[in-house]
């Protein structure tokens, strides 16, 4: 099947290859899809596309109008994609529904310990000679009371690696996992609860209604004084004004984030010869106490082996007109 592959990153084409082993005609493309590249896909069956690509209804209309069948995502979120439309139009959609809950979740950890352990600064102090320890002061993980909001797959390593760790747990989902409680003495509680309990909350929620902001002023205030908060899931689960706020006072300690809110057309691309524009990422990042990471806690070898794995299999269901595990249904 012919297929445009939009928002390619030079690190998963290798990847993509070797699963395809030639069967698929795969046209590479590092730009992302929008109203104005879509017409790059034209002559093609098919469309691969990443988070940061848009699908919405009027770019769907103009890949349909070209002959797209079928879209694989390369990502298990698939909110920047109109699947109603999608199926207005007659486009089947797949995605990747997991692919290493073990990447998201490690990351997670990697941002809490970086955190708490003042790495980057200690790195940044010994390349200048500093070899002073002031400021520099963590805490013991042991002891500690993590708050998880959203206990699925990844969640659910996450739970495995801090309990590990000797922290308490405290989660929050619609569909509580009672097997986290019996291995990992995880306590179900309501929002309220956990963020006033929590020494550290670790967000592994999806983006849906009623968890958009779910990180606002009001929970915010219901947290302890020097919270450490982590968001690797997405953006708009948090009111990055808001956590702003709360970073500039001191009731919110540290902050890392592997997602934001405005990362289309800022995260996976280089943008350090521009100028930049906005200004809530700048304040983010003047902060000593934030860490941000690009979007990349999916960024393993095993996640993108099973990323190209997934996608072409799910390119070869489509081309087959089979059953495909994966299709994204109403
Ligand atoms: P999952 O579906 O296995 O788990 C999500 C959990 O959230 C489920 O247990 C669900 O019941 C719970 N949930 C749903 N609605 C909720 C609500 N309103 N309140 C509380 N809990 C709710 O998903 P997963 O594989 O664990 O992924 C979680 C999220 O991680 C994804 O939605 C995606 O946004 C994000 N993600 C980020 C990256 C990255 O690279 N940063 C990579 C993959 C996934």
Known sequence: MKTAVFSLHKFEKPFLEQANQGRHELLFFDMRLTQHTATFAKGCEAVSLFVSDDASAPVLDILSSMGIKCIV???????NVDIKRAKELGIRVARVPAYSPHAVAEHAVALMLALNRKLIRAHN??????????GLTGFDMNGKTVGIIGTGKIGNVAAKILHGFGCRL???DVYPNETLVQQYALQYTDLQTLCSNA???TLHCPLVEDTKYIINSKSIAWMKQGVMLINTSRGKLINTKDVIAALKTG???SFGMDVYEEEEGLFFEDHSEDILQDDVIARLISFRNVLITSHQAFLTDTALKNIADTTINNLNCFSDQSNCDNEIKL
């Not at 995502?73 to 909110?79: D, E, I, K, T």
């Not at 102090?125 to 002031?134: G, W």
């Open 251 to 253: 009731e919110i300690g």
């Open 199 to 201: 020494d550290i909350i």
């Open 73 to 79: 995502l390369r990502s298990a979120g698939f909110n």
């Open 125 to 134: 102090r010994i390349a200048e000679m500093n070899f002073s320890l002031d």
């Open 170 to 172: 405290l989660g929050y």
